[in-house]
């Protein structure tokens, strides 16, 4: 989110509006991209992710490629750029990543003349999510600019929190975040953010209430000591949004912890948009998949 | 034969000369240091005549701090390739870690290194040994033998001594055979599975930090140690405020502790590592401005004793990889001494006083042989043109690896002539004349 300039959003996310609709016709699919091929790299287990770039690639009738760890030559020991570079020689038009290093979408892009879309790199970006994220608030709430967005979690370890903040910041949206403070970054407010530790106070008066996956161990570190505990005082529960806007929304990247960052209930309610944030979630992969490769080889995406 | 370096202006900072001086060398011995113009040989004798006007003479340069890989990873340098590095970066002698495979905590291993120096006969190569066996804070080495073997210095470097205790006793028993001791101060637990300094960058590109206080809290155990026992201790690489103030509150104290830090410590910070650059990750990791400030301030009044590289070879294997899976460490022999004399042009310190970091203090707090120019002195000296101005390439470095964040760095200020015994063993004019 970090390379990406206003302008560029705003034509991700119109191109996306555009797209919405192949997902609702019959026949779920466009020749755009035909002929064309994608890799979609998956270091590190994702379903959600993975799902949707599929699904993307396939409406917009792209040729894909899955690969996972586990069946890639990196159990065998092979480096990621000797990977990256077995890949390139292969010819595809995009590489889409996922990995559990920061930066390594930077360093495979490096090596191969493909583009190469960060699908979500260690506790980095997750630049994907946040467009989808922004998509959906601007869906839901007609606008980004203005928006009062509580992020709630584990801020220090999540790509996503970090994505939608610079995202949020950049399309003029106001963002607080909140948790224990074993979870808030040093410095974070050179991003731009307000910290309020205690959700109570964080979600008054809030147009969005973004949840984060808490778990329990995190890089080896433990962050706060039991699921219980953290449910109590920084889970979302219906008390506690009493105090956010009559018509918040309710995000979570997923999975969901039911009972843990979130109750059940209102996860199913009607604030939450959790499934919206997946449908979604694949038209904005259609419309990078389009804007990238739809003309010629692929430019970078992080 | 005899050698005679003519027109230079020499530096002496144990004499605190800075002036024009001619030193005439025999058997591998200054014979004499006198005024430019005096030297009168007698027709016979067979003399090499050096004209250095316009250039600087110090003593030897002395780095206290190297890695040199060798034995168990020659791949990345060998007591050979960097002699060689050393050299062609002015120094006449090195003091390498331990942290090799076998990690150096025995008779043999010290002896081997002695002797691969010794084959290679480039500059002056004196191991340190580890404090504990393994390097795993549990038992002492032998630190008379290895004494006996040819180690000047003692640690555990880049495996901390965790358990304090065992701190203690290695710096009272290190004290009997006035071995001095290294630390390398870093609380792992709290560093962590760190992987760069731990502010706004680090937040910035999820990486994870490694805080100040992961050095501070080590840097005054040390200090207190130090204080309990009455007996020295020297602190590695020093990279943040915190530290150059505890440092300097313990000296004010009379505690005896002496510092060190690294030129990368002085000329980067943490901003070097935005676009996952991996030649800017190094432990302990680069550090805020306002550190890089304490450590000039730390350099400029005296709190800071030695300026050391921390050379650390790495190869692509180790660091064309991801960020938080490369291995820490830079190479610094060939850059250390344009980079301090950035500084000495900054007004930082004084040309007397950088060079007194690169060779007197070091030598003094090793006890070893050098790091001033006497006469019946041994001729260790590297002749310097500070005006010299190049761009360090990859290619130009004489170490096995590559690892530098300077690659690219325009720099001013280089060794044209190392020598050790008398030996011309850099000629950086002769180097690029056969390239």
Sequence with gaps: MDQLSVSDINLILDTADSLMEISSRDIKKVPTLRGKSIVNFFYEPSTRTKASFEMAAKRLSADTLSLSATDSSMVKGETLIDTARNLQAMNPDLIILRHSSSGAPHLLARYVDSGVINAGDGIHEHPTQALLDLFTMKKKKGRIKGLRVVIIGDIAHSRV????????????????????????????????????????????????????????????????????????????NTQLIKGAKKDVIIMHPGPINRGVEITGDLADGPFSVILDQVSNGVAIRMALLYLLIGGGKGDNLD | MITWIKEGELVDPRSETKKKLDIVIKKGKIESIIPPGKYNPSHDTDIKTIDVSGMIITPGLIDMHVHFREPGEEYKETIATGSHAAAAGGFTAV???????????????????????????????????????????????????????????????????????LMRRAIEYAWFFHLPVISHCQDLDLSNKGVMHEGTVSTKLGLSGIPAASEEIMVVREILLAKLTGYPV???????????????????????????????????????????????????????????????????????????????????????????KAAFGIIGLETALPLTLALVREGVMDLTSAIAKLSYNPASILSIKGGTLEEGKEADLTIIDPDNEYVMNKESFQSKSRNSPFIGRKMKGKAMLTMVGGRIVWDADQHNSER
Aim: proline share 6%; with cysteine.
């Design chain 2, 234 to 324: 020297h602190i590695a690489h020093v990279s943040t405020e915190g530290s150059v103030e505890f440092i300097r509150q313990a000296k004010e104290q009379g505690i005896p502790v002496t510092a060190e830090t690294a030129p990368h410590y002085f000329s980067l910070d943490h901003t070097a590592v935005i676009g996952f650059n991996t030649n800017a990750k190094m432990y302990p990791p680069l550090r805020e401005p306002r550190d890089v400030e304490a450590i000039k301030r730390g350099l400029s009044d005296g709190v800071i004793d030695v300026i050391a590289t921390d050379h650390a070879p790495h190869s692509e294997l180790e660091k064309d990889i991801e960020f938080d």
């Design chain 2, 95 to 165: 003091a390498c870690m331990p942290n090799t495979r076998p990690i150096n905590d025995s008779r043999s291993v010290t002896e081997f290194i002695v002797e691969r120096a010794r084959k290679a006969n480039i500059v002056r190569v004196y191991p340190v040994a580890a404090i504990s066996i393994g390097s795993r804070s549990e038992i002492l080495t032998e630190f008379g033998d290895l004494k006996q073997a040819g180690a000047v210095a003692i640690s555990d470097d880049g495996r901390p001594v965790t358990n304090s205790e």
């Design chain 1, 161 to 236: 929190a970090r994505s939608n903040i610079i995202g949020l910041r950049k399309m003029g949206a106001e963002v607080t975040i909140s948790g224990p403070p074993t979870m808030i970054p040093v410095d974070v407010e050179s991003l731009g953010v307000k910290v309020i530790l205690d959700p109570v106070k964080a979600v008054k008066n809030k147009d969005v209430i973004m949840l984060l996956r808490i778990q329990l161990e995190r890089q080896g570190k433990v962050l706060f000591p039991s699921l219980r505990e953290y449910a109590i005082f920084f889970g979302l």
